[in-house]
């Protein structure tokens, strides 16, 4: 890392609860705010930039033109990084929500914040609470609320694709909307999970195809997954590939 790379990976660390928390300020203040509207993700989309221009990071999305901007989407992508979520909140120009656990909406000035944006409340335990709050976020999802999910559960140790859970499926299934793969690109060679300061660089976001999830039910939830892991992995660089395939793709022909 340059020395002046390591300056303003050091000043990100220190903007980000400075930010995070005059955002949040500003977004309560705005009278004008509405979590239902397009205008719910200004803020959240001004944080995202400013946050990955300190960091000296920039962002690229292909394939935009396979959506249609005023449809609703289950957005599911593969996750190698915290600036998976920095760089998709910044530079992909879909209106989306995020889902959050329920936890974070404890959290004194952001999570009054978060809910006026219209961020999306689930509780990740298990039994009658986590299965009612599936069904609410669902319900939001079919309401025309997109969103962003991380069907591998947690961020790829070495940045390559994990398994997909098929429980994060059953959001896609039980809202009825499109689910579309996407592939974060150079995200883990930014910030690798573990890491404290981010490196600078590029991260390429892909979009594939949508898959329509009406001729799926809650049964063929291992199905959609697996079908989804694929049309992921063809979204991704090969380094970022299992590593079982990333070796037979990086064989010469």
């Known amino acids: 890392m340059n020395p002046l790379q390591r300056i303003r990976s050091l000043i990100f660390i220190v ?9 949040s300020v500003v977004a309560l203040l705005d009278f004008r705010l509405s979590a239902n509207t397009p205008m719910g993700q200004a803020y959240p989309r001004l944080w995202a930039r400013i946050l990955t221009w300190i960091a000296g990071v920039r962002v690229r999305v292909e394939g935009m033109e396979q959506l249609d901007p005023r449809a609703t989407y289950v957005f599911a992508g593969n996750h190698t990084s915290q600036f998976d979520i920095y760089s998709f909140q910044a ?118 195809q949508p898959i329509a999830t009406t001729d799926y039910t809650t049964k063929d939830k291992q199905k959609l997954a697996a079908i989804l892991h694929d049309r992921v992995a063809a979204l991704l660089d090969p380094e970022h590939l299992p590593e079982q395939r990333g070796k037979q793709e990086e064989r010469p022909g």
């Open 15 to 23: 903007a980000v609860p400075l930010v995070t928390a005059a955002v």
């Open 91 to 208: 530079a992909f120009p879909h209106d989306f929500r995020w889902i959050a656990k329920q936890e974070l909406f404890r959290i004194p000035i952001f999570g009054r914040a978060m809910r006026k944006v219209g961020f999306i409340a689930i509780d990740r335990s298990h039994g009658r609470k986590a299965l009612k709050s599936l069904n609410l976020a669902a319900k939001r999802i079919a309401d025309g609320a997109s969103v962003l999910i991380f069907p591998e559960g947690t961020r790829s140790p070495d940045g390559r694709l994990r398994p997909f859970k098929a429980g994060a499926i059953l959001l896609a299934i039980r809202s009825g909307v499109d689910v579309v793969p996407i592939g974060f690109n150079g995200a883990s060679s930014v910030l690798p999970k573990g890491a404290l300061l981010p490196r600078g660089g590029e991260i390429v976001i892909r979009i594939g």
